[in-house]
C-alpha cells in the first residue's frame, strides 16, 4: 500500500475515534438546604454518578428518607449534613420522617420525566 493511501487510512482511523469517543463526565455533588420545613430545591435533576449533599441550615432536626426505605439519614440537627451516590437512574422520591409534610425528588438520567412527581 503506498504511503498516502496508508497515512489517509491512519488519519480516517484517528478522527472515527475522537468524534466516536465521547469525554466522561465527572461526578458533581449537588447540595441541598434543608430550611424551615422546606427541602431547597425540592426537586434536584443529576446524572448518573453524582452525589447529593443536604444540610440542615434549621434549628429542628430532620431526616432525609427515601420513599422506598432505601435510605434514611438518621435525625440530622442544625448544620448536620448527609450525603448519598446515585448510581442507577431513575426517580428518587424522599421526605422528612419528623416532618411528613416535607418531601423532596432527585431525578437521575437524562430523561425528561413527566409528570414528575404525584404525591
Known sequence: MPFGRR?????????????????????????????????????????????????????????VTSD?????????NQSGSFQRTFTQPGIFGYFCSIHSTMHGAILVGTQTYLPLVQR
Open 68 to 76: 422506598t426505605g432505601i435510605w434514611n439519614s438518621g435525625p440530622l
Open 7 to 63: 497515512m489517509s487510512a491512519v488519519l480516517t482511523a484517528v478522527v472515527f475515534i475522537l468524534v466516536g469517543s465521547t469525554p466522561t463526565a465527572r461526578a458533581v455533588d449537588q447540595p441541598i438546604s434543608i430550611a424551615g420545613f422546606s427541602f431547597s430545591p425540592a426537586v434536584r435533576t443529576i446524572s448518573v454518578g453524582d452525589s447529593v449533599t443536604w444540610t440542615n441550615s434549621a434549628p429542628l432536626a430532620h431526616t
